[in-house]
T-cell receptor
Framework: KQEVTQIPAALSVPEGENLVLNCSFT??????LQWFRQDPGKGLTSLLL?????REQTSGRLNASLDKSSGRSTLYIAASQPGDSATYLCAVMIMEYGNKLVFGAGTILRVKS | DVKVTQSSRYLVKRTGEKVFLECVQDMDHENMFWYRQDPGLGLRLIYFSYDVKMKEKGDIPEGYSVSREKKERFSLILESASTNQTSMYLC??????????????FGPGTRLLVL
């Protein structure tokens, strides 16, 4: 059964710092991996999607990498801002009927001004 | 832009009540999903549907049922609400067509409190 783990569970950094969030998964048979952002009490917003054949994706200050063979992904946030404060969730889409997502528990990020 | 809407942002119900959570998507997506989210546990799949009137159990279906009478609408039903069903409920939809990049789009969530 696919399991997704995110480390750290929480992170507090000063504004301007570059940071890395980590995600690991147990089964490399995935369609894709996504990083989501969730603000308190709100739904999820997709940040980056990496197809299983890709190694990385970039959007603005965000860069996500995927190493399928080792079951790892990282989300790199450059020059962090207080507006980046949120919960970041990693999810893998598994090769199973229904294109289901399996989520990690998330990393709560706080960027201090 | 894909839009997924949920009927309520906040609900307070009593133990034993029948509860309906409604979800509507406007992008002609084939697949729809219901998750619950609890602190430290992430999102867990309750049920999903890949077509009208079709449904499949997810990882935690006990105590829940679903209905999909129309393609755009997917309802989650708590037949007899219990306090351990207090949670944030999130609906999602995805295209579900072969050859297309597949991602799920989420609604804003319904925070349910069962007293």
């Amino acid at each position: 059964k696919q399991e997704v783990t995110q480390i750290p569970a929480a992170l507090s950094v000063p504004e301007g710092e570059n940071l890395v969030l980590n995600c690991s998964f147990t089964d490399s048979a995935i369609y894709n991996l996504q990083w989501f952002r969730q603000d308190p009490g709100k739904g999820l917003t997709s940040l980056l999607l990496i197809q299983s054949s890709q190694r990385e994706q970039t959007s603005g200050r965000l860069n996500a990498s995927l190493d399928k063979s080792s079951g790892r992904s990282t989300l790199y946030i450059a020059a962090s801002q207080p507006g980046d404060s949120a919960t970041y969730l990693c999810a893998v889409m598994i090769m199973e009927y229904g294109n289901k997502l399996v989520f990690g528990a998330g990393t709560i990020l706080r960027v201090k001004s | 832009d894909v839009k997924v809407t949920q009927s309520s942002r906040y609900l307070v119900k009593r133990t034993g009540e029948k509860v309906f959570l409604e979800c509507v998507q406007d992008m002609d997506h084939e697949n729809m999903f219901w998750y619950r989210q609890d602190p430290g546990l992430g999102l867990r799949l309750i049920y999903f549907s890949y077509d009208v009137k079709m449904k499949e159990k997810g990882d935690i279906p006990e105590g829940y049922s679903v209905s999909r009478e129309k393609k755009e609408r997917f309802s989650l039903i708590l037949e007899s609400a219990s306090t351990n069903q207090t949670s944030m409920y999130l609906c999602a939809s995805s295209l579900g067509r072969a050859g297309e990049i597949e991602t799920q789009y989420f609604g804003p969530g319904t925070r349910l409190l069962v007293l």
